[in-house]
């Protein structure tokens, strides 16, 4: 059984930083490229991040480049979202997923798993 479990969020002030980890099992998480996508109340969901399988290869969105760093631990199996200079736009609940894509990919539907998330909120 795959299990992604996100774990990291909380409160915090604009212009933190936090840290979002993510814990796989159940899948051979070296082969396959990880996301990271958030959804704010009243929105959809959307890409914030993404990394191939062997970490070398990233993708950011417009709104979070510069301020975030995806990166992954293939002997943990876990990926990882630092975020800093939060901003209360960023106010959102996060998930990973893991993709067959082993690029990645900025697109939800390309995801065959995903965690529970984790909710993120920034205060002003």
């Known amino acids: 059984q795959v299990q992604l479990v996100e774990t990291g969020g909380g409160l915090v002030r604009a212009g933190g930083s936090l840290r979002l980890s993510c814990a796989a099992s159940?899948?051979?998480?070296?082969?396959?490229?990880m996301g990271w996508f958030r959804q704010a109340p009243g929105k959809e969901r959307e890409f914030v991040a993404t990394?191939?399988?062997?970490?070398?290869?990233?993708n950011y969105a417009d709104s979070v480049k510069g301020r975030f760093t995806i990166s992954r631990d293939n002997v943990k199996d876990t990926v990882y979202l630092q975020m800093n200079s939060l901003k209360p736009e960023d106010t959102a609940v996060y998930y990973c997923a893991a993709t067959s894509y082993v690029y990645g990919n900025n697109e939800a539907r390309a995801y065959n798993y995903w965690g529970q998330g984790t909710q993120v909120t920034v205060s002003s």
């Open positions: 990394i191939s399988w062997t970490g070398r290869m990233t």
């Open positions: 159940g899948l051979t998480f070296s082969t396959k490229g």
